[in-house]
């Protein structure tokens, strides 16, 4: 009997290990794909220059680009970037719109012949708004390096920091070398770069009240009678130029230079949308009859309308998709899986004829599974909505439904990860071949106590038998 307890112990041992084995839960992966960025260019649109652009700036959407990202010189449209920095100074408290400024000598530095002037002399004294209207309305050259004197303590400075802000919007292809846009071969920009500028710039209120106004009066001076400066883009006010007036418009700078061409950064708003075109190197050609025709204001306003036209604000997704994926779930004996669903809603501007059913979904979840309990809302991946390359956004994907967790899988889980772990294995391990080890030693041990014969005394009554008999 004793050998057969033995052999039955040492049967148990793998049986005993076999325990320490769990089974894995199935498990589902997903499939992630990458997305890339790229600006669309609408097929079947021409502008008459030599760069333009159209995007939406809201959602930062690019809608018509044409050698968007072409080197062109920027001319008078640079000045969006000096009134930028000299309100940014104001939103920081080291300037204020009715501080005055005195006018300093340099106000002439780097504006040659034929510049575009408002007659602000060295030693007159203007206020910052003065100055800001001056420079936008008029496109006044001075009052640009009198800004920059105010903002930084000196024009070299100033255009220091121009590049400096121009890099950090994101303006990779600019570079500047004065405050107003006059012509200089080492100024220069693209028509997406002066979008970025334009965006930035209109996200301050007083910029866009300047912007959009046909005319200012400038108070008297020190040195100068009360003046009324009138706006130069054709869009908004026809005492210069007529016959281009654009109901929507409410934006943003001329510019023009011999070398530059004709350009104008235009802004417009209708029906609650709003739009920023960009026109560089127009021409104005005359027809037979001496008639001549503005083309950057003629394009921009055909580029604008064009756009409010053809394209609108579309949902792309939102919470309702719950056809996207799901996800296991363990520790729960209500479901086996759940649904996830988007958070939130992305919107985009298409074209009117473009069909949402046709963007790719791109999703992927945090995990194979997800152990309860589980909260609605809770986030367990991603999505991200792309067409032809163009990424539109992503949203969190969350779980449709709370899910509980019950206590009893729970604890048995618990339990069959502890003797999962391998170190824990280890110890059961040695544990049961330390007993084995003891119970083959006890076993072997008793059977050579009890297998030799013993040398024995037989005892009867009193008497003594056995040993040696002594003599007599």
Same mark, same amino acid.
């Given at each position: 009997?004793?050998?057969?307890?033995?052999?039955?112990?040492?049967?148990?041992?793998?049986?005993?290990?076999?325990?320490?084995?769990?089974?894995?839960?199935?498990?589902?992966?997903?499939?992630?794909?990458?997305?890339?960025?790229?600006?669309?260019?609408?097929?079947?649109?021409?502008?008459?220059?030599?760069?333009?652009?159209?995007?939406?700036?809201?959602?930062?959407?690019?809608?018509?680009?044409?050698?968007?990202?072409?080197?062109?010189?920027?001319?008078?449209?640079?000045?969006?970037?000096?009134?930028?920095?000299?309100?940014?100074?104001?939103?920081?408290?080291?300037?204020?719109?009715?501080?005055?400024?005195?006018?300093?000598?340099?106000?002439?530095?780097?504006?040659?012949?034929?510049?575009?002037?408002?007659?602000?002399?060295?030693?007159?004294?203007?206020?910052?708004?003065?100055?800001? $209207?001056?420079?936008?309305?008029? @496109?006044?050259? %001075? =009052?640009?390096?009198? &800004? #920059?004197?105010?903002? *930084?303590?000196?024009?070299?400075?100033?255009?220091?920091?121009?590049?400096?802000?121009?890099?950090?919007?994101?303006?990779?292809?600019?570079?500047?070398?004065?405050?107003?846009?006059?012509?200089?071969?080492?100024?220069?920009?693209?028509?997406?770069?002066?979008?970025?500028?334009?965006?930035?710039?209109?996200?301050?209120?007083?910029?866009?009240?300047?912007?959009?106004?046909?005319?200012?009066?400038?108070?008297?001076?020190?040195?100068?009678?009360?003046?009324?400066?009138?706006?130069?883009?054709?869009?908004?006010?026809?005492?210069?130029?007529?016959?281009?007036?654009?109901?929507?418009? $409410?934006?943003?700078?001329?510019? @023009?230079?011999? %070398? =530059?061409?004709?350009? &104008? #950064?235009?802004?417009? *708003?209708?029906?609650?949308?709003?739009?920023?075109?960009?026109?560089?190197?127009?021409?104005?050609?005359?027809?037979?009859?001496?008639?001549?025709?503005?083309?950057?204001?003629?394009?921009?306003?055909?580029?604008?309308?064009?756009?409010?036209?053809?394209?609108?604000?579309?949902?792309?997704?939102?919470?309702?998709?719950?056809?996207?994926?799901?996800?296991?779930?363990?520790?729960?004996?209500?479901?086996?899986?759940?649904?996830?669903?988007?958070?939130?809603?992305?919107?985009?501007?298409?074209?009117?004829?473009?069909?949402?059913?046709?963007?790719?979904?791109?999703?992927?979840?945090?995990?194979?599974?997800?152990?309860?309990?589980?909260? %609605?809302?809770?986030?367990?991946?991603?999505?991200?909505? *792309?067409?032809?390359?163009?990424?539109?956004?992503?949203?969190?994907?969350?779980?449709?439904?709370?899910?509980?967790?019950?206590?009893?899988?729970?604890?048995?889980?618990?339990?069959?990860?502890?003797?999962?772990?391998?170190?824990?294995?280890?110890?059961?391990?040695?544990?049961?071949?330390?007993?084995?080890?003891?119970?083959?030693?006890?076993?072997?041990?008793?059977?050579?106590?009890?297998?030799?014969?013993?040398?024995?005394?037989?005892?009867?009554?009193?008497?003594?038998?056995?040993?040696?008999?002594?003599?007599?």
């Amino acid at each position: 009997m004793k050998k057969y307890r033995l052999v039955s112990f040492f049967l148990c041992i793998p049986l005993l290990a076999g325990l320490l084995v769990l089974p894995a839960a199935a498990a589902g992966s997903a499939d992630p794909t990458a997305t890339a960025e790229a600006s669309g260019i609408v097929a079947g649109m021409h502008i008459e220059a030599r760069a333009a652009l159209l995007a939406d700036p809201d959602t930062d959407e690019v809608l018509y680009a044409q050698n968007a990202h072409e080197r062109m010189y920027p001319a008078s449209i640079t000045k969006v970037m000096t009134a930028l920095l000299a309100l940014e100074a104001v939103d920081r408290g080291d300037l204020s719109m009715d501080q005055v400024i005195t006018v300093s000598n340099d106000v002439f530095t780097g504006i040659g012949e034929g510049g575009s002037t408002v007659d602000i002399k060295p030693g007159e004294q203007l206020t910052v708004r003065d100055l800001l $209207n001056c420079a936008l309305i008029p @496109s006044a050259n %001075e =009052a640009c390096n009198a &800004l #920059a004197v105010a903002v *930084s303590g000196s024009i070299a400075a100033f255009v220091e920091q121009m590049n400096q802000r121009a890099a950090e919007i994101g303006m990779a292809e600019t570079h500047f070398a004065n405050t107003h846009g006059y012509h200089d071969d080492d100024h220069y920009t693209t028509a997406y770069d002066v979008y970025l500028m334009c965006r930035e710039a209109m996200d301050h209120a007083e910029f866009r009240t300047i912007v959009s106004s046909k005319n200012y009066t400038v108070p008297a001076t020190n040195l100068h009678e009360q003046r009324v400066v009138r706006d130069t883009n054709a869009l908004i006010s026809n005492y210069r130029i007529t016959g281009y007036l654009y109901e929507y418009a $409410n934006g943003i700078k001329t510019g @023009s230079t011999p %070398e =530059a061409g004709y350009c &104008l #950064a235009a802004s417009a *708003s209708k029906n609650g949308k709003n739009l920023i075109s960009v026109v560089l190197g127009a021409e104005n050609p005359k027809d037979a009859a001496g008639n001549t025709s503005r083309l950057q204001f003629s394009e921009s306003a055909r580029l604008l309308e064009w756009g409010f036209n053809n394209f609108s604000q579309q949902t792309i997704l939102d919470d309702t998709a719950l056809n996207i994926a799901e996800i296991p779930v363990t520790l729960s004996d209500q479901v086996n899986s759940l649904v996830v669903r988007p958070e939130g809603t992305l919107t985009a501007t298409l074209p009117n004829d473009m069909d949402v059913k046709d963007f790719d979904w791109d999703w992927s979840l945090i995990a194979e599974s997800v152990e309860a309990p589980v909260e %609605e809302g809770q986030v367990l991946g991603s999505i991200t909505v *792309s067409y032809k390359g163009t990424e539109y956004g992503t949203l969190d994907l969350v779980a449709n439904t709370s899910v509980s967790r019950s206590e009893w899988l729970y604890r048995l889980d618990r339990i069959q990860k502890f003797f999962g772990q391998l170190w824990v294995r280890i110890v059961i391990a040695a544990v049961l071949v330390l007993i084995a080890v003891l119970v083959l030693r006890r076993v072997l041990f008793r059977g050579q106590r009890g297998g030799g014969r013993r040398r024995g005394y037989a005892y009867s009554g009193s008497r003594y038998t056995g040993g040696r008999r002594r003599k007599r």
